[in-house]
């Protein structure tokens, strides 16, 4: 139990285009989903906090104008990534919390973006 | 402000000795931490939580206050635990945001 999957597990696309990932919560409902960033060999980045029929919560230097957040249900949640450029290029995961479960978190597989 | 320090980078056992994975915390209330791990081409994955205080895969860790560490321990080493241990930190009783450390990449030598 407890699966998340994240589409697509790969992008590729050019600057200035914007793209989509989306996070699903298989088996469970998700009123709290999240949002991080990982660069290479390095450590997960938290960029926002995702909620459930409400707007996102960004970490200080997130542009949520940039990184656009949608969690319309209790299973979906979405990251656009808007106007992108090749600084944008990173490992990009999701996870999710069980809605009046314990704290921990089930993760994504993770998106690979390039911005060409 | 929470800051979870992972000392090591990288860390190499032979198979049979024992290991222990370094994590210090910095949090003025009452955190929650956890060790999550992962393998090679898999998704990160909980391995431990302190409240459970319970052994996952052979592997403890003790939440000391007094020196604000949480390190991972198990006291005999399989090749099947190389892999990359992240610790982290959750406000108890906040909004389960956690904060990652940079990671410990641990390697059993055969």
């Known amino acids: 139990g407890a699966v998340v999957s994240q589409h697509p597990s790969r992008v590729i696309c050019k600057s200035g285009t914007s793209v989509k990932i989306e996070c699903r919560s298989l088996?469970?409902?998700?009123?709290?989903m999240f949002w991080y960033r990982q660069f290479p060999k390095q450590s997960l980045m938290l960029m926002a906090t995702s909620n459930e029929g409400s707007k996102a919560t960004y970490e200080q230097g997130v542009e949520k104008d940039k990184f656009l957040i949608n969690h319309a249900s209790l299973t979906l949640s979405t990251l656009t990534v808007t106007s992108a450029h090749p600084e944008d290029s990173s490992f990009y995961i999701c996870?999710?919390?069980?809605?009046?479960?314990?704290?921990?978190?089930?993760f994504g597989p993770g998106t690979r973006l390039t911005v060409t | 402000a929470q800051r979870v320090t992972q000392p090591e980078k990288l860390l190499s056992v032979f198979k049979g000795a024992p290991v222990e994975l370094k994590c210090n915390y910095s949090y003025s209330g009452s955190p929650e931490l956890f060790w999550y791990v992962q393998y090679s081409r898999q998704r990160l994955q909980l391995l431990l939580r302190h409240i459970s205080r319970e052994s996952i895969k052979g592997f403890t860790a003790d939440l000391n206050k007094g020196e604000t560490s949480f390190h991972l321990k198990k006291p005999f080493a399989q090749e099947e635990d190389s892999a990359m241990y992240y610790c982290?930190?959750?406000?108890?009783?906040?909004?389960?945001?956690?904060?990652f450390g940079t990671g410990t990449r641990l390697t059993i030598i055969p």
């Open positions: 996870s999710a919390r069980v809605t009046g479960g314990p704290p921990e978190q089930y």
């Open positions: 088996d469970f409902q998700a009123t709290t």
């Open positions: 982290a930190l959750s406000p108890l009783g906040g909004n389960e945001k956690l904060t």
